[in-house]
């Protein structure tokens, strides 16, 4: 599978800062968080960054795995968010239950999200307390909608009322 930048842009078009949650391997299994630090870094080749605590379990299963995939959440998919930020215990599995698919890596693409972004992890970079994750984006796919929101402690859409 080629990536089409004009999909990448289009993925991108569409995080206007909003939630995304972020997946990878380890161990077989598939393991995510949310997380709002995603930014384009080049368009040729299509690279991004995110920035994930050491702390995290998904740190280490990125640097293990090599690859990660960014979904950004639609308006609706506020108990996803949520969920995925660890914020509903009951959910020890964050998967449990989600009809999820992968493309070239085998990491998580959320089903009827806004964008995501498929990546191999080209560059780590140590921030202290955190690493600065360099992916090359190898597929991305994306459709029209409203992003997810978090802002202020709020999850919302833009110019909505608190969700």
């Not at 800062?17 to 299994?29: A, I, L």
């Amino acid at each position: 599978m080629s990536l089409d930048v004009q999909d990448f842009k289009n993925a991108l078009a569409h995080w206007a800062t909003g939630v995304t949650v972020v997946t990878t391997c380890s161990d077989g299994r598939h393991v995510g968080i949310t997380a709002s630090s995603l930014t384009s870094l080049s368009l040729e080749p299509p690279q991004i960054l995110i920035c994930v605590a050491h702390r995290l379990h998904t740190h280490t299963a990125i640097q293990t795995s090599g690859a990660f995939a960014v979904n950004i959440l639609n308006v609706e998919q506020v108990e996803w968010g949520m969920r995925f930020a660890g914020l509903i215990p009951e959910h020890a599995d964050r998967f449990a239950g989600i009809d999820y698919t992968t493309a070239v890596t085998g990491c998580a693409i959320l089903p009827d999200v806004l964008g995501w972004l498929d990546c191999k992890l080209r560059h780590a970079y140590d921030g202290d307390d955190h690493t600065i994750f360099v992916g090359e984006v190898v597929a991305a796919g994306f459709q029209t909608g409203a992003p997810l929101l978090y802002f202020n402690r709020q999850w919302r859409q833009l110019g909505e009322e608190r969700l």
